[in-house]
């Protein structure tokens, strides 16, 4: 088993080992820049075009991430017919869970506030929210959102989930499609965007879609920047239309030290790291995954790249 690997920003080593440990009669190397020679499967973060294009011959491109947007983007340097292979979970569900019931948890006890108010040894009771109108909309119900939706209703919050395809899930009001996201918004106190970025998704929060919230809603963005048209939540904001927002996801990351969201106290950030890749966890998914490849065994996390997820 030859396996090419490049992962754009991470420690080669690192992964080198955990990979080698889930699968250890493999061969693996790092792919540079001129590396033609074959490869069974390729395991990717961010590839280049030239690493991928024309290589017919791999059995699969792993993903080592939940999106996979930057693959898809490289159109018709992937080879045809090479099945792309998401991370399904890997460790990232209860990570994305708690970054975003740590987030929701903070602006229903006001916990937002009351830092402000330590800040001017303020000694002042707030009136808290009231639970049955604090509901949380999560905009993305795959694998992520469905973890996150589960966790938010463990404290009871209302939770609405929007996806593409109408989904039935126990104790949750689900609507989907462009006819139901109206309603769906209209009824979001929090908005969680976990969606995949897809050209239907792009821009999906923009002051249309931002508007259509009630006054005084939260928006909480862990998917990817580009869903986000910038400049029209920091108007909704600065009008008191939104109250805040937590964003871990920008258009340019790291985001520039001139961007605006950081003048802006009510925009909370965080350098995308709401699910972290666990290497190890991550290795030995993919090490199952190809072995049952090998025994013509069905795998979950396919991609379909028409449908861009
Ligand atoms: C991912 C990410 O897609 O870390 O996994 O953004």
Request: proline content about 6%; charged content about 15%.
């Amino acid at each position: 088993m030859e396996i090419l690997f490049y992962a754009a920003g991470a420690n080669p080593d690192a992964w080198l080992t955990s990979i080698q440990q889930a699968i250890p009669d493999a061969s693996i190397r790092v792919w540079q820049e001129g590396d033609h020679a074959p490869a069974d499967v390729a395991l990717v973060w961010k590839p280049p075009a030239a690493m991928l294009r024309g290589r017919t011959e791999l059995k699969a491109i792993f993903n080592l991430g939940a999106g996979v947007d930057a693959i898809l983007q490289l159109g018709e340097a992937l080879p045809a017919g090479v099945p792309v292979v998401r991370l399904d979970d890997a460790g990232m569900g209860i990570q994305m869970a708690e970054f975003v019931a740590h987030a929701v948890l903070r602006y229903f006890r006001r916990l937002d506030a009351y830092a402000v108010q330590h800040q001017a040894q303020q000694w002042r009771f707030l009136k808290p929210f009231d639970k049955q109108t604090f509901s949380v909309g999560v905009l993305g119900m795959g694998v992520l959102g469905s973890r996150i939706a589960a966790a938010l209703q463990h404290f009871d919050f209302p939770v609405l989930g929007w996806s593409r395809t109408q989904k039935n899930i126990p104790g949750m009001t689900c609507f989907s499609g462009a006819d139901g996201l109206n309603t769906f918004l209209s009824q979001t106190r929090v908005l969680v965007c976990i969606l995949p970025l897809t050209t239907e998704t792009e821009n999906i929060l923009n002051h249309a879609t931002l508007s259509a919230l009630p006054r005084g809603a939260y928006v909480i963005n862990v998917a990817r920047g580009a869903h986000l048209v910038e400049a029209d939540l920091l108007t909704l904001i600065q009008q008191e239309h939104i109250a805040g927002a937590t964003l871990d996801v920008f258009r340019e990351e790291p985001l520039p030290v001139t961007h605006p969201f950081w003048q802006e106290p009510r925009i909370n950030i965080t350098p995308h790291i709401s699910a972290l890749t666990l290497r190890d966890d991550s290795a030995r998914q993919i090490a199952a995954k190809i072995k049952a490849l090998q025994a013509g065994q069905p795998i979950t996390g396919l991609v379909d790249p028409q449908r861009g997820y």
